[in-house]
T-cell receptor
Framework: GENVEQHPSTLSVQEGDSAVIKCTYS??????FPWYKQELGKRPQLIID?????GEKKDQRIAVTLNKTAKHFSLHITETQPEDSAVYFC????????????FGAGTRLAVHP | EAGVVQSPRYKIIEKKQPVAFWCNPI?????LYWYRQNLGQGPELLIR????????DSQLPKDRFSAERLKGVDSTLKIQPAELGDSAVYLC?????????????FGPGTRLTVT
């Protein structure tokens, strides 16, 4: 079955710097890769996703890249702000009928003013 | 639009006691998921419903866990008896397939502490 590994487990940056979180997956048939943000004590919220037919997707300060050959995908946050501080989870799924997400272990991002 | 609703938000019980969690998905979402999230880890799927049918319960510990979604809307997840290792956040999510996309929307979760 699918296995998703996520690095780093913690990340500390200064406000305005960029943050990069990386994930690798094991099942080459996986074709959908969402990223969730979870603030302390709150629900996971989808912030961006990418499908295997594209290599990059951007939404304002957030971008995701996908390398299907290497089976890894990354989240890039530019011009970080304190409100970006949260735990970020990557996930992968094989969309053959339904969206069974396999999550990474999460990255705790701290943005310091 | 109201989001996924879960109750209770917090529950503290002694081991060997039963506990139940309730989820009300987003209106119109036919797919409902129950996840368990251990501290410092990502959510792990326990069971998925398509309407009232459980179509993936391969990771549900069936000796003590049970779930139901009788009318294809609300769902309950039960643990009986609870063990210390069941302490976790139990998340409910729902989705609907639209335009080839079925983004999962999560509820706030129920934080279970077993003492």
């Amino acid at each position: 079955g699918e296995n998703v590994e996520q690095h780093p487990s913690t990340l500390s940056v200064q406000e305005g710097d960029s943050a990069v979180i990386k994930c690798t997956y094991s099942d080459s048939a996986s074709n959908y890769f969402p990223w969730y943000k979870q603030e302390l004590g709150k629900r996971p919220q989808l912030i961006i996703d990418i499908r295997s037919n594209v290599g990059e997707k951007k939404d304002q300060r957030i971008a995701v890249t996908l390398n299907k050959t290497a089976k890894h995908f990354s989240l890039h946050i530019t011009e970080t702000q304190p409100e970006d501080s949260a735990v970020y989870f990557c996930a992968a799924s094989l969309r053959s009928g339904y969206n069974k997400l396999i999550f990474g272990a999460g990255t705790r991002l701290a943005v310091h003013p | 639009e109201a989001g996924v609703v879960q109750s209770p938000r917090y529950k503290i019980i002694e081991k060997k006691q039963p506990v139940a969690f309730w989820c009300n998905p987003i209106s119109g979402h036919n797919t409902l998921y129950w996840y368990r999230q251990n501290l410092g880890q990502g959510p792990e799927l326990l069971i998925r419903y398509e309407n009232e049918e459980a179509v993936d319960d391969s990771q549900l510990p069936k000796d003590r866990f049970s779930a139901e979604r009788l009318k294809g809307v609300d769902s309950t997840l039960k643990i009986q008896p609870a063990e210390l290792g069941d302490s976790a956040v139990y998340l409910c999510a729902s989705s609907i397939l639209q335009g080839g996309m079925d983004e999962q929307y999560f509820g706030p979760g129920t934080r279970l502490t077993v003492t």
